[in-house]
């Protein structure tokens, strides 16, 4: 049976700034989080896809030091926020994003959300091998919860916002392929476990 994993890069210098955006590095937290991990406790993907973004890559080649990027695409890079690039991540920007997701299109120039999903979506439904490989794609947070949000339509609103659904880093939901609306939300360092 095949297996999705959507996994969420490690901590970058950006987390640990708490600023939107910017194609930032993992820190050196970050990379001393994915070093520790027990990397024969997670299965080997066959196909193994990223962002572009440095933090995407870093994390997979340090998840899987044994295994070649198949495809880096900026399809699964972070969502663009616009305006908001660099700018520090404040209670009342999040609350307005939260409000309402368009908003990052509308009023700072970013990305449409829902249409940068629906493409890593059909990216995905496109690998030639889904149903009987493990495929991995490394990308970021936003990215992955609206991915689920197209995955799961009807919930779109609880799964982006809703705080459970928010991946921390090295975070990753899987899914059996052949039915994408049902997922495990697991976490690389704490082994915790929420199924949906």
């Not at 973004?53 to 495809?71: K, S």
């Not at 880096?72 to 969502?79: A, G, Q, S, V």
Request: one cysteine or more.
């Amino acid at each position: 049976m095949g297996k999705l994993f959507l996994i969420r890069h490690g901590l970058s210098e950006a987390n640990e700034a708490k600023i939107y955006g910017l194609d930032s590095p993992l820190s050196v937290a970050g990379m001393e989080d994915i070093i520790k991990i027990d990397k024969k406790s997670f299965c080997k993907p066959d196909i193994l896809v990223t962002g572009t973004q440095v933090r995407h890559i870093q994390t997979a080649q340090l998840l899987f030091p044994d295994i070649n990027i198949n495809d880096k695409t900026e399809i699964f890079n972070e969502i663009d926020f616009g305006k908001l690039e660099g700018k520090k991540i404040t209670k009342e920007l999040k609350n307005e994003i939260i409000d309402n997701i368009s908003i990052i299109r509308t009023k700072y120039n970013g990305d449409i959300v829902w249409d940068r999903a629906k493409e890593a979506v059909n990216f995905i439904s496109n690998l030639s091998y889904r149903k009987n490989k493990i495929i991995a794609v490394v990308s970021s947070a936003m990215l992955i919860q609206a991915m689920l949000g197209v995955i799961n339509i009807q919930e779109t609103k609880t799964l982006i916002f809703d705080e459970k659904y928010h991946l921390k880093n090295l975070q990753y939901i899987e899914f059996d392929t052949h039915d994408l609306t049902k997922f495990r939300i697991k976490n690389f360092l704490t082994k915790e476990n929420f199924f949906r």
